[in-house]
């Protein structure tokens, strides 16, 4: 399978820079994979498409403000970005420019300080003096939100970027179809009597790179935390018995469901990293239904989407979202994959 399959022209326009509000009235693009037909709404109808017990699952991870500009020796600049914690007070950092972090080299700010322990690449295994609580109070004061590289804007309020719910640190990006959702349109959704289930991915910097093999089956897949608890895993596994749609809100939840079902449909519980590649034709075990956003051109994410609508499908529906003026990427109108 090639990665010119996954291409698309998106004119640059269309890359949302500043989130809408409310939430909700973001454009939804329902999608229908058996009878390819194409509905225009706007998310606050997501109600609509839902059936009574119908089940949502969300990530509750929270995004930690995890890029931090330093002044280093000599007043030269140089920018830290935390990847993913090694322990209570050590990360792996990706840091830029690298040339100036060498290892054993000492970095002050405000009352951080931090020694670089490792060096792979640009990549520094950096070990802070502050531990974990104190580190994340400290971050979340002098610390900024790590928009994706393609948002040019100033984000003004940082909690546009959380989901309305987020619990557990630590991503450097939200789960962004989880973004939509307003406490009013909880309300309704309980209203209906849709269930809402929590499971845990934090999102690494790994998200963003990009497939560089043209066969796609020759990608490494980057690995992120994923964690599922026992009571958690029995709910849901008892709903799919009784025949209930799971829907996966945003991709993450997908990895983090197919990750943990075995090939006899049983969803597991543990805490663990996964690398899921999910590619067309993928054997499904566990979710029906996807509520996501429109992923960038040659992306694992849309080849994941891809997997689920079938390429032909995704394909039309991508292109029904460019002429029609959709909003694409983090701060992006939505997509339901339904049946």
Not at 1 to 12: R, V
Not at 56 to 69: C, F, G, S
Not at 297 to 321: C, F, G, Q, R
Request: glycine residues 0%; negative net charge; contains cysteine.
């Amino acid at each position: 399978m090639q990665l010119s399959e996954f291409d698309y022209n998106l004119p640059p326009e269309l890359i949302a820079q500043t989130p809408i509000y409310p939430r909700d009235h973001s454009k939804l693009l329902v999608l229908d994979k058996d009878t390819w037909e194409i509905q225009d709404k706007y998310f606050y109808d997501l109600v609509e498409y839902l059936w009574e017990n119908d089940v949502l699952v969300v990530n509750k991870t929270r995004v930690i403000n995890a890029r931090l500009k330093w002044i280093i020796e000599w007043w030269n600049e140089c920018e830290i970005f935390l990847h993913k914690q090694i322990n209570n007070n050590t990360w792996d950092c990706l840091v830029y420019p690298w040339k100036k972090l060498k290892v054993w080299a000492k970095v002050n700010i405000w009352i951080l300080s931090a020694n670089i322990k490792e060096i792979s690449d640009s990549w520094r295994i950096v070990e802070f003096n502050k531990w974990w609580i104190e580190f994340l109070e400290i971050v979340e004061k002098i610390w900024e939100t790590p928009l994706p590289p393609y948002i040019k804007e100033k984000l003004e309020d940082c909690n546009r970027y959380q989901t309305i719910y987020s619990k557990d640190c630590w991503s450097v990006a939200a789960p962004t179809a989880w973004l939509h959702f307003t406490p009013d349109l909880m309300e309704k959704l309980k209203k209906k009597w849709i269930i809402i289930e929590e499971v845990l991915l934090h999102v690494w910097l790994g998200t963003f790179k990009w497939v560089e093999t043209e066969n796609i089956l020759e990608h490494k897949m980057h690995s992120e935390l994923i964690s599922i608890d026992q009571e958690t895993s029995n709910r849901l596994n008892n709903y799919k018995k009784i025949g209930k749609n799971i829907t996966a809100v945003w991709t993450t939840s997908v990895r983090t469901l197919e990750s943990f079902t075995d090939e006899n449909w049983i969803l597991w519980y543990w805490e663990k990293e996964t690398s899921i590649f999910i590619y067309p034709w993928y054997k499904w075990k566990f979710i029906d239904k996807l509520i996501t956003n429109f992923h960038l051109p040659k992306s694992t994410l849309l080849m994941l989407v891809s997997a689920l609508a079938w390429k032909e499908n995704t394909k039309k529906a991508y292109e029904h979202a460019i002429n029609h003026k959709y909003r694409f990427f983090s701060f992006w109108d939505a997509m339901f994959i339904n049946n």
